[in-house]
């Protein structure tokens, strides 16, 4: 197994110990530790794609499993705040869908032997995401900026969620025609 592939599966094992340090209650250090995990996990997908693409380390289980290794680490932080009552259950549901959506789109277009790729709206929500994902964790919100900051990355990593799934809708149309 390879180093992108290393890093893409230590990230989801990174997932249950984020979970349990960000939710469990009286912790040491808890929502730190959860912090710095969440953050390393960010950092190895950056990683990964990368050292993959620079040595030609690309292969079908990093295909599947990168992208879904992303999601599980968002959608596990995502479901944890609903619980925690840091973010609105149908703002988790709309991002979530979006994300089943893209995977299946993705899924039928490969059995047509295409491969479409992440585009730069979807990158820059994930981007958004992880921000919005730190910031509640540090959960410093109510004392940055007049308690601002946290609903303008929620509401802005909602938008680009909806502005990157009609781009790539848009964009991939003829797969779409082919179904």
């Known amino acids: 197994m390879n180093l992108p592939n290393k890093l893409t599966i230590l990230r989801v094992i990174m997932i249950p110990f984020f979970l349990v340090f960000l939710m469990v209650p009286g912790l040491p250090g808890g ?59 149908w703002i988790v549901i709309v991002i979530i869908a979006r994300e089943f959506i893209i995977s299946g789109f993705r899924l039928v277009a490969s059995d047509s032997g295409i491969v479409i790729a992440a585009g730069w709206w979807g990158k820059v929500k994930t981007a958004v995401q992880m921000v919005m994902i730190i910031v509640l964790i540090a959960d410093l919100g109510g004392k940055i900026f007049g308690g601002i900051i946290e609903p303008v990355l929620i509401y802005a990593s909602l938008v ?14 003829a797969v779409i025609k082919d179904m």
Do not use: Q
Request: with cysteine.
């Open 31 to 89: 929502k730190w530790t959860a912090l710095v995990i969440f953050a390393a996990a960010s950092l190895t997908d950056m990683l990964d794609g990368k050292i993959a693409r620079k040595y030609n380390l690309i292969t079908n289980f990093g295909k599947f499993m990168d992208p879904l290794a992303d999601k599980l680490l968002v959608v596990s932080a995502l479901v944890a705040f609903c619980g925690m009552g840091r973010i609105e259950t």
């Open 160 to 173: 680009l969620t909806v502005v990157s799934l009609m781009d790539y809708l848009i964009k991939n149309r």
